[in-house]
């Protein structure tokens, strides 16, 4: 467990408090399933992996706890919690109302060339990690792609709330490729928003930002049936999508 974490934690460099940093490193990995749904985490084992002490790692399972994505069970340890499709669709559905609403008015308002410059090159770099099968670039290449679109229209404080909801929507979405949906087919919707705002059309961008956020819906019953152990429970009634 510990070597892709101390893989990670490298990574970070000296960005951030240890405190940050312990958690970003512990938050991602959740995210990619590098600690797997109901996998138990020693406090001691993390501290000793980072060289730290337990108190950053005390206060990481407790914003990680916040997030919904561990639970820590007093006498009997913290363990990573399996999805909930529940959680997941709640999400997906915050998410949606934020980032159609953002795409609506970068295209009805309009964005600075450089911010259309910069998602247009995210899109060239996103392309360039289809026949490496670089899924990890893919996703931080994405993660910027729609961060660049909020900041371009001044949404800072939505794009904090977006990160907020994802955590659980992102775990599905890092199982969903490549097999249930592969990541030219997420470039090309991301093309498409970026077309949109480009030629002012206010109703295609935001018709396209809505498919790409409901992508998630068609993959996620083919992932509760695949991965059983990684969801909480049975579903929950059936998952559809709006026309």
């Not at 289809?130 to 001044?154: C, K, M, T, W």
């Not at 030629?199 to 930002?209: G, H």
Request: aromatic share 6%.
């Amino acid at each position: 467990m510990t070597t892709p974490l101390q893989a990670m934690w490298q990574e970070t460099g000296d960005e951030g408090s240890v405190r940050e940093r312990l958690y970003r490193v512990l938050r991602q990995s959740i995210i990619r399933m590098v600690l797997a749904p109901g996998q138990a985490l020693s406090e001691k084992e993390l501290a000793d992996a980072f060289s730290v002490s337990r108190q950053p790692v005390r206060e990481a399972f407790i914003r990680l706890s916040e997030a919904g994505l561990v639970e820590v069970r007093p006498q009997r340890g913290t363990y990573v919690v399996r999805i909930s499709q529940q959680a997941v669709l709640e999400a997906r559905f915050v998410r949606e109302a934020i980032e159609v609403a953002v795409a609506k008015e970068a295209a009805s308002l309009g964005i600075a060339a450089q911010t259309l410059d910069e998602l247009y090159e995210l899109l060239e770099r996103q392309r360039r990690c289809i026949e490496p099968n670089d899924y990890d670039r893919f996703f931080q290449l994405d993660e910027a792609f729609h961060r660049a679109l909020s900041l371009g229209v001044g949404h800072t404080a939505a794009w904090r709330v977006t990160e907020e909801v994802k955590a659980q929507l992102d775990r599905v979405r890092y199982l969903s490729v490549p097999d249930s949906t592969p990541i030219g087919k997420l470039i090309d919707q991301h093309s498409m928003i970026v077309e949109a705002i480009a030629r002012r059309d206010p109703e295609a961008a935001a018709k396209a930002m809505s498919i790409h956020q409901r992508e998630i819906l068609h993959s996620l019953p083919e992932l509760m049936r695949r991965f059983p152990e990684m969801f909480d429970g049975a579903p929950q009634g059936a998952v559809t999508v709006n026309p």
